[in-house]
């Protein structure tokens, strides 16, 4: 073999497990006074989507889903480094994953039309990587148009200009 690791479905169901776990004690114990659970929703070969759920899980998604790509964040950090297994975890709730698509969706469609019609380039705020990846898809769709991103984290944005 050539020195790399090669992930064994046991590496993967371990860190699924270690995922679900930490988003469950999360649940459990930082916020012992909320209606709160978490429950894998999404398994995947190459990711997981977990979602918090209860009366008070809009709470844990913060402004623009901040909260949600932190936990993300943390887990990541702790449930990759051990092993040699690495999964792409999302963590998702009162189903803002969808809704942001949808309105990203809207807004690429929307917009990608008004370049379309006017020949002017539409510059959006600064997105996310992943909200980033939602419009260049969603553009990559429609003929006649192209999209690029510019800046630097995290105020990286995206410019939809005509092809």
Same mark, same amino acid.
């Given at each position: 073999?050539?020195? #790399?690791?090669?992930?064994?479905?046991?590496?993967?169901?371990?860190? +699924?497990? +270690?995922?679900?776990?930490?988003?469950?004690?999360?649940?459990? @114990? %930082?916020?012992?006074?909320?209606?709160? @659970?978490?429950?894998? !929703?999404?398994? /995947?070969?190459?990711? &997981?989507?977990? %979602?918090?759920?209860g009366?008070? %899980?809009?709470?844990?998604?913060?402004?623009?889903?901040?909260?949600?790509?932190?936990?993300?964040?943390?887990?990541?950090? &702790?449930i990759?480094r051990?092993?040699?297994?690495?999964?792409?975890?999302?963590?998702?709730?009162?189903?803002?994953?969808?809704?942001? /698509?949808? !309105?990203?969706? +809207?807004?690429? !469609?929307?917009?990608?039309?008004?370049?379309?019609?006017?020949?002017?380039?539409?510059?959006?705020?600064?997105? @996310?990587?992943? *909200?980033?990846? &939602?419009i260049?898809?969603?553009?990559? *769709?429609?003929?006649?148009?192209?999209?690029? #991103? /510019?800046?630097m984290?995290?105020?990286?944005?995206?410019? &939809? #200009?005509?092809?």
């Open positions: 073999m050539n020195g #790399s690791m090669v992930n064994t479905n046991n590496d993967i169901e371990a860190v +699924k497990e +270690k995922t679900r776990q930490f988003a469950e004690d999360l649940a459990a @114990s %930082a916020a012992p006074d909320l209606d709160l @659970s978490a429950r894998m !929703t999404v398994e /995947e070969p190459e990711g &997981i989507t977990i %979602a918090f759920e009366a008070d %899980a809009p709470y844990m998604v913060g402004r623009n889903g901040q909260i949600l790509d932190a936990i993300g964040f943390i887990a990541g950090q &702790i990759n051990r092993g040699n297994a690495r999964l792409r975890i999302l963590f998702d709730a009162d189903n803002y994953r969808q809704k942001r /698509e949808e !309105t990203l969706t +809207k807004l690429a !469609t929307e917009l990608g039309e008004q370049v379309l019609a006017t020949g002017q380039e539409a510059v959006l705020d600064p997105l @996310s990587p992943m *909200e980033r990846r &939602i260049h898809n969603i553009i990559a *769709e429609m003929p006649g148009l192209q999209t690029y #991103s /510019e800046g984290e995290p105020d990286r944005y995206i410019i &939809i #200009s005509p092809a």
